[in-house]
């Protein structure tokens, strides 16, 4: 079973910068979708950004211009590089992969939950104002 795990999390001033790490494991190359999702207290989790098999991005609209998604060629590792980052941006991230190359249906796409059969713990990232 493959189980992700994010590493990278912490506390930062408004303004400042954190990279989230997502170890991945087993036959990566059947991998379609990683992506980041993130929840805070009392919130549904939500879709972050995303990264597909074609290196094709997708980005909540909230985090556009800030977070940059990106993978190793192996695509062992993803990665979340966080810029300027604001208190509403606090929340657990989560890790998510799709283990399949199967094409996701237009009514999910590439930051529904529903979309990720994997998840990882989650790593909390906490931003001060």
């Known amino acids: 079973q493959v189980q992700p795990v994010e590493s990278g999390g912490g506390s930062v001033q408004a303004g400042g910068s954190l990279r989230l790490s997502c170890a991945s494991s087993g036959d990566t190359y059947s991998y379609g979708y990683m992506a980041w999702f993130r929840q805070a207290p009392g919130k549904e989790r939500v879709g972050v950004a995303s990264?597909?098999?074609?290196?094709?991005?997708a980005y909540a609209d909230s985090v556009k211009g800030r977070f940059t998604i990106s993978t190793d060629n192996t695509w062992n590792t993803l990665y979340l590089q966080m810029n300027s980052l604001k208190p509403e941006d606090t929340a657990m991230y989560y890790c998510a992969i799709r283990t399949t190359r199967a094409y996701v249906p237009s009514s999910l796409g590439p930051l529904s939950v529903a979309t990720y059969n994997a998840w990882g713990q989650g790593n909390q990232v906490t931003v001060s104002s």
């Open positions: 990264i597909s098999r074609l290196g094709t991005t």
